[in-house]
């Protein structure tokens, strides 16, 4: 798990807020029903994100204030009591409380980004969800609460949203049409600009050439993958490739007649952030892509296959987990 990167309270934050009318009273915090100020489901704790205050002797404080002479003064006297954030996906829902009503206000920011969420009035706990942020990246947080006479408390700190890692796993090629039939098929995989191993594949049945199980692993990915799998069929017959003069017919070096064609994961077609409705869990989850020839991809990475009789497929199912 990701730690929170928590900050010292270096300054103070001027945000404008209209008070809501009424004299304040002491009050205990209570969460509100519904307020969410745990953990939920499937969602992975960053930490606190509002360091807490201390008094002289070094004892911590939730207020900063001297025992019960907290009491009427609100948030003149800092009433802001906690901020935790919670990772969900490469996003977060930050959680405030405080010990005085209020109204409470969230901004989230780094270099080029910026995003404010506002409670109703009179709140002591605060839910808010920040669903355009990415991942593994460091997010400072800034909170005030302004109670119904207008004072104003502030507190700050930041947090790091966790990191996507991805597994990749197939074991087929769906082949829609192949030049020699049955032969013998080469595979070779593909995956975040770096190839693997030529391996000679399973036989074909029934329209589906085996691959045996491929499992690419990948930590701290990119939101899309590079995924490809390049497949070459040999000509085991004595046919005119062997023959002089030469005629076109591609020749690769195995003596025999063959054709490669390679098949891709569209640039930008899989998500890896798109996680389903179905799915429980917001940090580990599985979705599905297809990859297909280049004559069906817009910029595909590799060239390879225009044109060419063998024409396949391949079938993925990707987990996609935040840590």
């Not at 997010?139 to 949203?161: E, K």
Request: net charge negative; hydrophobic share 35%.
């Amino acid at each position: 798990m990701r730690k929170l990167l928590i900050t010292a309270l270096l300054f103070a934050i001027a945000l404008v807020a209209a008070p809501a009318a009424g004299a304040q009273t002491a009050y205990a915090p209570t969460p509100q029903p519904g307020a969410g100020t745990g953990p939920r489901a499937g969602e992975i704790a960053l930490g606190s994100f509002v360091a807490p205050t201390r008094t002289r002797g070094g004892t911590a404080s939730g207020h900063g204030a001297a025992g019960s002479f907290k009491a009427g003064e609100g948030c003149s006297i800092q009433c802001i009591t906690s901020g935790v954030a919670y990772g969900r996906g490469p996003d977060a829902r930050l959680v405030v409380t405080t010990d005085s009503p209020a109204t409470i206000r969230i901004v989230v920011s780094r270099a080029g980004y910026y995003q404010m969420i506002v409670s109703d009035p009179g709140k002591t706990s605060f839910s808010a969800d920040f669903n355009d942020l990415d991942a593994d990246t460091h997010y400072d947080a800034f909170v005030s609460a302004v109670d119904g006479n207008g004072h104003m408390a502030n507190r700050s700190g930041s947090f790091t949203t966790l990191e996507r890692n991805v597994h990749v796993v197939f074991n087929e090629a769906d082949i829609h049409e192949a030049p020699y039939g049955g032969d013998p098929f080469f595979g070779q995989t593909w995956f975040e600009g770096e190839g693997g191993e030529s391996y000679a594949t399973g036989d074909l049945e029934d329209g589906v050439v085996h691959l045996g199980a491929q499992a690419l692993h990948e930590d701290d990915t990119d939101r899309y993958l590079s995924v490809g799998f390049e497949l070459t069929q040999l000509d085991n017959s004595v046919d005119l490739c062997e023959a002089e003069p030469d005629f076109d017919e591609p020749e690769v070096g195995y003596g025999n007649c063959s054709y490669s064609t390679t098949a891709w994961l569209a640039n930008g077609e899989l998500d890896l952030d798109d996680r389903p409705d179905w799915a429980t869990d917001v940090n580990d989850y599985w979705i599905s892509g297809t990859m297909l020839l280049p004559n069906d991809v817009d910029d595909a990475p590799l060239p390879g296959g225009f044109g060419s009789p063998l024409n396949f497929s391949v079938p993925l199912a990707v987990r996609v987990t935040f840590t």
